[in-house]
């Protein structure tokens, strides 16, 4: 299956489409589709999710998609690569939620707005960006460019609050929060001890590990390791970062410590798994 690439830092298209022109395929980077009017079937790893006006989807590299058109559709896509989101001026703890997008997607149909009050604010974004890019007027890349970083950080949002695939559909508000603490300090590895986390979020050190597992389906090591090791495979499939950058950021002790874990979870060596994306 031939995967499309990107060659600008992002590319905003529209389409008015009565079918889908492709069938099911892959991308070298990620879009957002946004669907402004019309409705159908969003195709994506063989499972289908009906589509109407006002949904949004997230497509990874990761992930086989197409649509099944029933009624004259229109289409704002959004394209862009983890470069472009790692050359922009965020904070480096923006830098880092951002990565939501690139692990934590649940590669299922579905619309990924969950935020109720996003849904206007995301249909305006669209609507201004539109407008820039067909008037081209003075400074209009510039507001483009702002107006993609908005869309991008809402989009993440939206994925940090609901996103935890593992956990159960009646899980307790305190542990959406656990997670999402979970997922923004995970470079700081002090702070996921068991007796840490307990602390900052009034549970029994001694019921802690149990209470995890419950809510998650993973115990807490499990849970960490899985979050690690997709950041880890994010760097190998979408940056040049040298492997013992990847391993200080990530708060390893050196480059052998990496490799030692990546090899425990996925059975081949940081070199070879780098090596099989461009086999």
Do not use: W
């Not at 249909?123 to 890349?141: F, P």
């Not at 994925?159 to 995970?186: F, G, H, M, R, S």
């Not at 007796?195 to 050190?205: A, C, D, H, Y």
């Not at 425990?264 to 461009?278: C, E, I």
């Amino acid at each position: 299956m031939n995967r499309e690439t990107l060659y600008e830092p992002f590319e905003i298209v529209y389409k008015k489409l009565d079918e889908c022109p492709k069938e099911g395929h892959k991308h070298l980077f990620f879009e957002l589709i946004y669907i402004l009017s019309g409705t159908g079937k969003q195709c994506i790893n063989n499972n289908k999710f009906d589509y109407c006006a006002g949904h949004m989807f997230l497509i990874t590299p990761e992930d086989c998609h197409s649509f099944e058109i029933e009624t004259t559709t229109e289409f704002f896509f959004l394209r862009f690569g983890n470069v472009y989101i790692r050359s922009k001026d965020f904070h480096t703890d923006d830098v880092q939620r951002m990565e939501y997008i690139l692990q934590n997607a649940s590669h299922q149909p579905g619309c990924i707005l969950k935020n109720f009050s996003d849904k206007p604010f995301i249909r305006s974004l669209i609507d201004a960006m539109m407008a820039e890019y067909v008037n081209r007027d003075l400074y209009n890349k510039e507001l483009i460019a702002k107006m993609v970083d908005t869309m991008i950080v809402v989009v993440a949002r939206n994925i940090a609050k609901y996103l935890p695939a593992a956990i159960k559909e009646d899980a307790e508000e305190k542990t959406l929060a656990l997670l999402n603490y979970i997922q923004a300090n995970i470079y700081n590895p002090e702070k996921l001890r068991a007796e840490k986390l307990s602390s900052q979020f009034g549970i029994s050190e001694n019921y802690f590990g149990k209470y995890f597992k419950k809510h998650t389906n993973e115990t807490l090591q499990q849970y960490i390791a899985n979050l690690r090791i997709k950041l880890v495979e994010a760097r190998l499939r979408f940056s040049n970062m040298r492997i013992n950058e990847i391993a200080h950021e990530l708060g390893f002790t050196d480059e052998s410590h990496l490799n030692k874990f990546f090899k425990s979870q996925r059975g081949l060596s940081l070199k070879a798994f780098r090596n099989s994306l461009v086999a």
